[in-house]
C-alpha cells in the first residue's frame, strides 16, 4: 500500500470510528430534539409561575444556550448532553454598567452585589476582576450620581446627614441584586412550580388572593410536574440544576438566572485583547485583528450575560459563542466534528483517570482560538486534520500552562488553586494531559484504535514511552491530584492573587 493510499486509509478507520462511537445517530438526534422541545415548552411554564412568585423578577422565556444550541452534543452520556438555558432576572436598562480595570488599592473594598437604585446616566463604573463583576463604591464619589434608599426619609426625620458614599452604602445594603439570593429565589420559585401542592404560585398570598381579577399562569399538569426533578441548590454553580425524564434516559437541565443587556465593555477591553496574545501565542496571528473586529462586533450585538457563580456576578458570553459557532463549518470543514471527538476522548479516557482538569468549555475555547490561527479552509477538510490542529493548539496552551478566555484574553481558563500545601498539583494535571495530547496527535488513529497498523516513524512509540515513564514517576502524586479533582478541592484564585499582591 502506497503512502498515499495508508493515509487515506486511516482516514476512513477514523471517520468510521466517529460515525460508530462518537457522533450522534439520526435516531440519537430525533430522540434528543424531542427531548429538548419537550423540556423548553416544560422550561417556559416554570418560568411564567417563576415571574408571578417572584413578582416580576424573573421576565421572560428561558433562552437555549449550550452544547446543543451550537451542535457540539454528543454520544458519551454526561459529558455534553446537558440541556442549558438563560433565563431573564429583570435590571433596570437605566442602570447601564460598563467596566474597567480595578486598582489593587480599590479592589479589597469592592463589592459583589450590584446596585438597583444608584442612577447615573452614563452608565455606573463598575470593576471587572477577571470574569467577576465589582462595584467600587469610592468610584461612584468620582461621577453625578443619583442615589436613592428607602431608608433616607427615616435620616431625614432624625436629621442625619450623610456623605455621598455613606449615601451609596446605604443604598446598596436595601436595594441590591445578590448574586446568592437570586439562585435561592429561583430555586425556590421553580420548587413552587413542580410541588402538587400549588395550583398557583401565589396562592398562599392574602393581598393577591383578594385581587378581583387574579394573573393567569398556565397549567402544569401532574405528568408535566412528574417529569421533572429539582435537584438540590448548589451556590457554587451558576445553575438551578433539573432532570427530565425523558423515557429512555434522564437529561440533565440547567437554569441560569442572567442579566441581559446591562453589561457594556470598555475600550480598555479592545486594547487588552489585541495586546495579550503575543505574550501566550509565539506563531503567526496575522489574522487576529479581522477575527477581534468580528468577536467584537458579535459582542456589540448581543453582549455579554452576567451570571450568578460563586457568590459573584460573572460575565458570561454563551450567546456571542453561539453566534460565531453557527456557521463555523459553512466552508465544509469538520472542525465540530474534530471537537466532538476530543470531547469524546477528555470524557471517556482523560477524566477517568486524571479528573475534570479540563472541560467542555476549556475544548471549545481551543476551538475558538484555532479558527482563529488557522484560518485556512485546507486545515479542516477532514477529522483528522482538524482533530490534529486542536490537539496542536492544546498542547500550547498545556505547555504554556495558559489557556486565554477567547472574549477575555488576560484571563487564563486553567487558573485553579489546589487546596493543598504542596503547588505541584495544578502544573502536574496540565503536564499528564500535555503527555496524552502528544501521544495522540503522534498517531490519532493507533491512540483511538490499538489494533490499527502502526505507522513506521516511531513517534508514537517514543511519546508513549514518555507518558509511562511520566505516569510512572508522578504514580501518587496523580493517584492525589484525581482524589481532590473528584472532591472538587480547588477554587478559582481571581481575587486570591489581587489580595496577595497588595499584602
Not at 430525533?30 to 422541545?37: T, V
Not at 388572593?209 to 410536574?225: A, C, E, G, N, W
Not at 468577536?295 to 458570553?317: D, M, N, Q, T, Y
Request: proline residues 5%; hydrophobic residues 35%; glycine residues 6%.
Amino acid at each position: 500500500m502506497s503512502a498515499k493510499d495508508a493515509k487515506e486509509d486511516r482516514g476512513q478507520r477514523l471517520e468510521g470510528f466517529c460515525l460508530d462511537r462518537v457522533l450522534l445517530s439520526e435516531e440519537e438526534a430525533w430522540r434528543r430534539g424531542r427531548d429538548f422541545l419537550l423540556v423548553k415548552r416544560g422550561l417556559q411554564k416554570m418560568a411564567q409561575w417563576a415571574y408571578e412568585a417572584s413578582k416580576g423578577l424573573f421576565p421572560g422565556d428561558p433562552l437555549p444556550v449550550g452544547s446543543y444550541c451550537e451542535g457540539l452534543d454528543c454520544q458519551v452520556p454526561g459529558s455534553s448532553n446537558d440541556l442549558d438555558f438563560l433565563l431573564p432576572v429583570r435590571y433596570n436598562p437605566l442602570l447601564l454598567l460598563e467596566s474597567g480595570a480595578p486598582t489593587q488599592d480599590s479592589l479589597l473594598g469592592c463589592k459583589e452585589k450590584l446596585p438597583t437604585y444608584i442612577f447615573r446616566e452614563q452608565g455606573l463604573p463598575l470593576s471587572r476582576w477577571g470574569t467577576k463583576v465589582l462595584v467600587d463604591l469610592e468610584a461612584f464619589g468620582e461621577v453625578y450620581l443619583e442615589i436613592h434608599c428607602h431608608k433616607q426619609k427615616e435620616r431625614m426625620e432624625e436629621d442625619l446627614e450623610l456623605d455621598k458614599l455613606e449615601q451609596c452604602q446605604e443604598s446598596l445594603s436595601h436595594h441590591n441584586l445578590d448574586p446568592v439570593q437570586i439562585l435561592k429565589d429561583l430555586h425556590h420559585c421553580v420548587e413552587i412550580a413542580l410541588d402538587p401542592e400549588y395550583t398557583h404560585p401565589r396562592q398562599n398570598d392574602e393581598v393577591f388572593r383578594q385581587r378581583l381579577f387574579p394573573s393567569r399562569v398556565p397549567t402544569i399538569d401532574h405528568k408535566m410536574r412528574e417529569s421533572f426533578r429539582l435537584e438540590p441548590l448548589d451556590l457554587g454553580g451558576p445553575a438551578i440544576q433539573l432532570a427530565f425524564d425523558g423515557g429512555s434516559e434522564t437529561v440533565p437541565v440547567k437554569l441560569v438566572p442572567a442579566i441581559k443587556g446591562a453589561f457594556i465593555l470598555s475600550n480598555q477591553w479592545v486594547r487588552e485583547d489585541l495586546t495579550h496574545l503575543s505574550d501566550w501565542w509565539d506563531g503567526d496571528l496575522s489574522n487576529e485583528k479581522s477575527s477581534f473586529l468580528r468577536k467584537a462586533a458579535v459582542v456589540r450585538e448581543v453582549g455579554p450575560e452576567l451570571v450568578a457563580k460563586e457568590g459573584f456576578w460573572r460575565l458570561s458570553f454563551s450567546h456571542a459563542e453561539m453566534m460565531i459557532l453557527e456557521d463555523v463549518d459553512a466552508d465544509g470543514g469538520q472542525r465540530q466534528a474534530a471537537l466532538k471527538l476530543l470531547k469524546f476522548v477528555n470524557r471517556t479516557r482523560w477524566m477517568p483517570e486524571y479528573g475534570s482538569i479540563l472541560t467542555s468549555y476549556h475544548l471549545k475555547t481551543i476551538l475558538l482560538w484555532c479558527c482563529e490561527i488557522y484560518p485556512q479552509k485546507a486545515q479542516w477538510e477532514t477529522i483528522l486534520s482538524s482533530v490534529q490542529a486542536l490537539l496542536r493548539l492544546l498542547i500550547h496552551t498545556l505547555t504554556k500552562r495558559n489557556l486565554p478566555h477567547y472574549f477575555l484574553a488576560s484571563v487564563n481558563l486553567y487558573s485553579r488553586h489546589y487546596k493543598s500545601n504542596n503547588t505541584i498539583y495544578r502544573p502536574l494535571g496540565l503536564d499528564a494531559l500535555r503527555h496524552e495530547a502528544e501521544v495522540m496527535l503522534a498517531d490519532t488513529v493507533r491512540y483511538l484504535i490499538p489494533d490499527c497498523e502502526p505507522q513506521h516513524d516511531g513517534t508514537y512509540e517514543e511519546t508513549m514511552s514518555a507518558l509511562g515513564e511520566f505516569k510512572e514517576d508522578h504514580k501518587e502524586d496523580l493517584k492525589e491530584l484525581k482524589r481532590m479533582e473528584d472532591e472538587h478541592m480547588y477554587e478559582s484564585v481571581e481575587i486570591a492573587e489581587a489580595v496577595a499582591a497588595k499584602s
